[in-house]
C-alpha cells in the first residue's frame, strides 16, 4: 500500500496573528492522537480575506480559525452558519464539509463548557458579564442559549452595551438590560455568575482589574474570567478574598480549542494533553 505523504490542513487566519497560541495546543492533539494533521499560523490582511477563504476550498483544509480583524467579514464567504454564529454575527471557527464552509462560534461554547465543567449549571442563573465586546457577545448569546434566567450587560459604551442587550431581547429568550459603567461600579445583589469579557488584567498589565466595587462581589457568586493569560488574575484573587468560586480564562481558550479539534477531527479532542501544552506557553 503506498504511503501518504499528505497532511490535512487546519490553522488560523488573522492579523495580527504572531502571538497566537491556539498552534501550539491543536498540534499537541494532532500529536497526541496520531492524526497527520498541521495547524498553520497565516497572517492575512482584510484585503486579502477573499482570496484566502477560497483557499481553504482550494487545498481541501479540514477548517480554519478567524481571529481579528476577520470574525465578521468572513460571514459573507459562508455556506452556511449555526444557530449561535447567526445571532452574534460573527464566526471564529470555519469547517470545510465537502466544498461547503459551515460557520461556528466556538468562544461563547469554550466558556460555557469550561463553566459547566467547573460545577456551574447556567440553567436559571442571573449572569451580569462585564464588557460588550466580540467575547462578551459569544458568551452572552451562548449563556441565553443555555437557559440564563436574566443577563445584566454593564459597559462603558451605552452603543454597544445596549446593542448587545437589545439583541439578546430579541433573538433569545432570555430577557437582558444594560447598565452604564460607572467608576466602581456596583455589582448587582441578585448576581450569581459574575464574567469579565474585558482585557483588563491580560498580560503584560497583570496589575489591572475592572473598575468595580469588590465589596460588592460576594461569597454566593461564580465569578469568571476570560483572561488567560496570567490564568489567575488580582480580578479572580479579588473575588476570591470574598469568598466566591472563580473560573479563569484557560479552560474557556482549551474548550474552545478542543470543540475545534473535534469539530475537524470528528475525534474526542485530549483535553489534558492540550491543557499543559497551553500552560507551557506562559
Not at 497560541?21 to 490582511?45: D, S
Not at 447556567?122 to 452572552?140: F, N, P, Q, S
Not at 478574598?241 to 470543540?259: H, P
Request: one cysteine or more.
Amino acid at each position: 500500500m503506498a504511503k501518504n505523504y499528505r497532511a490535512e490542513l487546519t490553522g488560523v487566519f488573522g492579523d495580527p496573528v504572531d502571538d497566537n497560541p491556539t498552534g501550539v495546543v491543536e498540534e499537541a492533539a494532532f500529536q497526541e492522537k496520531g492524526l497527520n494533521y498541521r495547524y498553520l499560523t497565516i497572517k492575512v490582511l482584510p484585503e486579502d480575506l477573499e482570496d484566502a477563504m477560497k483557499s481553504v476550498r482550494i487545498f481541501g483544509m479540514k477548517g480554519i480559525n478567524l481571529t481579528m480583524p476577520h470574525k465578521v467579514k468572513v460571514l459573507s464567504y459562508l455556506d452556511e452558519l449555526s444557530e449561535a454564529a447567526e445571532i452574534i454575527g460573527a464566526v471564529n471557527t470555519v469547517i470545510n464539509r465537502d466544498g461547503k464552509l459551515y460557520g461556528e462560534n466556538t468562544d461563547g461554547k469554550g466558556f460555557v463548557t469550561a463553566l459547566e465543567e467547573s460545577g456551574t449549571d447556567l440553567k436559571d442563573k442571573v449572569v451580569t458579564i462585564l464588557g460588550a465586546g466580540g467575547a462578551a457577545r459569544a458568551i452572552a448569546v451562548e449563556c441565553a442559549l443555555r437557559g440564563a434566567k436574566q443577563i445584566t450587560i454593564i459597559n462603558r459604551s451605552e452603543e454597544r452595551g445596549a446593542e448587545l442587550a437589545k439583541l439578546l431581547n430579541e433573538k433569545t429568550d432570555c430577557p437582558a438590560r444594560y447598565l452604564k459603567w460607572t467608576s466602581a461600579m456596583e455589582i448587582p445583589g441578585d448576581t450569581q455568575i459574575l464574567i469579565n469579557a474585558t482585557s483588563a488584567g491580560f498580560s503584560p498589565n497583570v496589575k489591572e482589574k475592572p473598575d468595580i466595587a469588590y465589596d460588592t462581589v460576594t461569597a454566593s457568586m461564580c465569578v469568571c474570567d476570560v483572561v488567560f493569560n496570567p490564568a489567575e488574575t488580582v480580578f479572580l484573587a479579588e473575588a476570591a478574598k470574598r469568598g466566591a468560586k472563580t473560573v479563569n480564562g484557560l479552560g474557556m481558550l482549551v474548550r474552545q480549542a478542543a470543540l475545534n479539534f473535534t469539530l475537524w477531527t470528528g475525534e474526542e479532542a485530549p483535553l489534558d494533553i492540550m491543557t499543559e501544552a497551553l500552560k507551557k506557553e506562559f
